[in-house]
């Protein structure tokens, strides 16, 4: 459908189920673990919407909206960067002239991302909404968030945290973790090579979302990337501050809040790289990813 061979594809998905951050989600009930889906799903259906369009396009794309910020509020992130997909897709639709009219670029906008978008905000602030009116506890007052008040916080510190959205794939805080700071009892030897492995992953994906930089004319993939990681970590900011401003904490923004990101930046990947050797490369990295963590989690 987006032009990428089974090879491709085939690699992409084996790099998403075996990352060390995807293990841990789906290893315990958490709602972090719907990230994968919610963004899976809305690469699907902007995915059918840009090649295959027609009547069901603004009706199903609200209702992918809807549904995936009803998993999680922060998947709304998904959400948001595929309507800005469908806006640059619409900039460029075939047939439009080099500067087309920006009435009909909203015009083309609205019936796809423009759908998917509101869908997605109408969920969110639904859930906003209830929450408030439902909550017998007022969440500034809930003392377990004592403890996150304990140090200094402000802005600076929501951006330095906003960074760890850039390894949806790794930032797991497990004794079989990667790219976490955070101790725990483990072996020496998972401890000296569960970062080399986070390391290696985090380069590859960022460097393939990034690619568009250095190519021109820039394909499709190549955009996927270049919106993605920018706003992975502006969704960080944004989502640190309001918790921040709302209940004066520590907002400790990590890298499973990216989750719903994750299938787009290996979109980008899969899509930049070039050379059958690369390809096998991909699925040679996934084949010692699923090996490593088996080991991670069979070695403590």
């Known amino acids: 459908m987006l032009g990428l061979?089974?090879?491709?594809?085939?690699?992409?998905?084996?790099?998403?189920?075996?990352?060390?951050?995807?293990?841990?989600?789906?290893?315990?009930?958490?709602?972090?673990?719907?990230?994968?889906?919610?963004?899976?799903?809305?690469?699907?259906a902007g995915a059918l919407a840009w090649r295959?369009?027609?009547?069901?396009?603004?009706p199903g794309l609200a209702l992918v909206g809807l549904f995936v910020a009803s998993l999680k509020a922060v998947d709304l992130l998904a959400v948001v960067v595929a309507s800005a997909l469908?806006?640059?897709?619409?900039?460029?639709?075939?047939?439009?002239?080099?500067?087309?009219?920006?009435?009909?670029?909203?015009?083309?906008?609205?019936?796809?991302?423009?759908?998917?978008?509101?869908?997605?905000?109408?969920?969110?602030?639904?859930?906003?909404?209830?929450?408030?009116?439902?909550?017998?506890i007022d969440p500034v007052d809930v003392p377990t968030w004592a403890v996150l008040r304990g140090s200094a916080n402000g802005f600076t510190v929501v951006v330095r945290e906003a960074t760890s959205m850039w390894t949806p794939l790794t930032g797991a805080?497990?004794?079989?973790?990667?790219?976490?700071?955070?101790?725990?009892?483990?072996?020496?030897r998972t401890a000296n090579l569960a970062p080399v492995l986070a390391t290696v992953l985090v380069y590859v994906t960022l460097a393939g979302g990034l690619s568009g930089l250095f190519v021109a004319p820039r394909r499709w993939f190549h955009w996927v990337g270049l919106v993605t990681v920018p706003a992975l970590f502006v969704g960080g900011v944004a989502m640190g501050y309001v918790m921040h401003y709302s209940y004066k904490i520590d907002p400790s923004v990590g890298s499973r809040y990216g989750l719903a990101l994750a299938p787009f930046l290996v979109l980008a990947l899969v899509g930049a790289v070039r050379g059958r050797w690369t390809v096998w490369g991909l699925w040679a990295l996934g084949f010692l990813t699923l090996i490593m963590n088996c080991y991670f989690m069979l070695g403590t």
Request: net charge positive; glycine share 14%.
């Open 86 to 136: 469908l806006a640059l897709a619409a900039w460029s639709a075939p047939g439009s002239q080099d500067r087309p009219p920006f009435r009909a670029v909203v015009t083309r906008w609205s019936r796809s991302g423009g759908a998917l978008l509101v869908g997605g905000l109408v969920s969110a602030l639904g859930w906003v909404l209830a929450s408030r009116q439902l909550g017998l």
């Open 5 to 44: 061979s089974v090879g491709r594809t085939g690699a992409g998905v084996l790099l998403v189920a075996t990352a060390p951050l995807v293990f841990v989600s789906s290893s315990y009930v958490s709602n972090d673990a719907s990230g994968i889906l919610a963004g899976g799903l809305v690469l699907l």
């Open 173 to 188: 805080a497990t004794p079989f973790r990667s790219s976490s700071g955070l101790t725990s009892a483990e072996s020496a």
């Open 52 to 58: 295959h369009p027609g009547r069901w396009v603004t």
